[in-house]
Nanobody
Framework: DVQLQASGGGSVQTGGSLRLSCSVS????????IGWFRQASGKEREGVSCIGVSGYTHYSDSVKGRFVVSEDAAKSTVYLQMNSLKPEDTAVYYC????????????????WGQGTQVTVSS
């Protein structure tokens, strides 16, 4: 049974930091790309970052230079370190598993976690 569980969300002020975790079970993180998407209220889900099987990382322009994605294969966990947070980063963050690293569409992802809320206040 494949499960992805996102955690680590919370409320911070502008400029603060949070680290999200995506715990993966049932599939090896070395066999799937893990992506982070977010969905703000009333908006479509958008890609934020992903890490491929080879360790390749990709970021959306809106978070490049502020967010860092990494993986601890031994713990089957992928992290998203979010720094210099802005109010526009407020959203529910989801992690998903896909064959290939992609931020263009959530439809390419085979499995999803339940999401964790991130709220950034000004």
């Amino acid at each position: 049974d494949v499960q992805l569980q996102a955690s680590g969300g919370g409320s911070v002020q502008t400029g603060g930091s949070l680290r999200l975790s995506c715990s993966v079970s049932g599939i090896g993180t070395g066999n799937y790309a893990i992506g982070w998407f977010r969905q703000a209220s009333g908006k479509e889900r958008e890609g934020v970052s992903c890490i491929g099987v080879s360790g390749y990382t990709h970021y959306s322009d809106s978070v490049k230079g502020r967010f860092v994605v990494s993986e601890d294969a031994a713990k089957s966990t992928v992290y998203l370190q979010m720094n210099s947070l802005k109010p526009e980063d407020t959203a529910v963050y989801y992690c998903g598993a896909a064959q290939f690293c992609s931020l263009s569409s959530p439809s390419g992802y085979d499995y999803w976690g339940q999401g964790t809320q991130v709220t950034v206040s000004s």
